[in-house]
């Protein structure tokens, strides 16, 4: 049985990754299980934010969901 760490999670990224690009960090959360989208929902459990975040960063905090900077992420992906 594959390790799915993220099933269940939703994540919105904003900004730009220094250590991954978009596509890496994407494959990355699917790669456990979780999904990637677009725009922040109720449904959104995490707004990954890299250097110059965008709109989604706001969003997320109205929404309630949980901001990770890039460390924080990193620091996931290796759990």
Do not use: I
């Amino acid at each position: 049985m594959t390790d799915m760490p993220f099933d269940g999670l939703e994540f919105v990224f904003s900004g730009q990754l220094e250590h991954l690009s978009r596509a890496e960090a994407q494959e990355a959360v699917r790669s456990r299980g979780g999904a990637v989208v677009g725009r922040v929902g109720t449904s959104t459990t995490y707004v990954v934010v890299g250097a110059t975040p965008g709109k989604r960063r706001l969003h997320g905090k109205l929404l309630g969901a949980e901001e990770l900077d890039e460390k924080q992420f990193m620091d996931m992906l290796r759990y």
